[in-house]
T-cell receptor, first 114, second 112 residues
């Protein structure tokens, strides 16, 4: 069964450094998403992406964040200058169609900012 | 804005007990409703969903009915197993909005 994959599974970085989290969505899906989950807290929506552009973003997704689909398979989340409070689990998801469709989640990347 | 409220956890049950996890929502349109499950150390997995009023989603012995009149989507299982121990998230996606909103999650622990 096709699944969403994410790399790396764990990323440790120093405050102020740039990180890129990578995701490979399910191949025939059209909508892509990033969420984050701070340890022990709720899952928070960051951004959605469709047709090579951002379709929606939350207040969390400020100028430090960017997303890109550099080729036909990868979907990346970049954090330009990481802060301590960026430490969280980051989940990528994809869906065949829009928001009302089921979203399939990857296993997550745990980001630790020191 | 849209929101999802779930019962506070953690919930601790003995094996074969009946489970109910309450979920209520606020939405501007006609949302689709979902339950996702997160097993320890893993990502989110879709458990079940319902896309319109009175629909019942079911999977792995779990079920939930979309109740528009009470804006609820309570999760139930007749007999829980130790392997059901996980965090359960209620979520909605709104046809009028453009986001996917999760509840805070309810941690379930099932004891043998």
């Amino acid at each position: 069964e096709p699944e969403v994959t994410q790399t790396p599974s764990h990323q440790v970085t120093q405050m102020g450094q740039e990180v890129i989290l990578r995701c490979v969505p399910i191949s025939n899906h059209l909508y892509f998403y990033w969420y984050r989950q701070i340890l022990g807290q709720k899952v928070e929506f960051l951004v959605s992406f469709y047709n090579n552009e951002i379709s929606e973003k939350s207040e969390i997704f400020d100028d430090q964040f960017s997303v890109e689909r550099p080729d036909g398979s990868n979907f990346t989340l970049k954090i330009r200058s990481t802060k301590l409070e960026d430490s969280a689990m980051y989940f990528c998801a994809s869906s065949p169609q829009g928001y009302t469709d089921t979203q399939y989640f990857g296993p997550g990347t745990r980001l630790t900012v020191l | 804005g849209d929101s999802v409220t779930q019962m506070e956890g953690p919930v601790t049950l003995s094996e074969e007990a009946f489970l109910t996890i309450n979920c209520t929502y606020t939405a501007t349109g006609y949302p689709s409703l979902f339950w996702y499950v997160q097993y320890p150390g893993e990502g989110l997995q879709l458990l079940l969903k319902a896309t319109k009023a009175d629909d019942k989603g079911s999977n792995k012995g779990f079920e939930a009915t979309y109740r528009k009149e009470t804006t609820s989507f309570h999760l139930e299982k007749g007999s829980v197993q130790v392997s059901d121990s996980a965090v359960y998230f209620c979520a909605l996606s709104d046809n009028y909005g453009q986001n996917f909103v999760f509840g805070p999650g309810t941690r379930l622990s099932v004891l043998p």
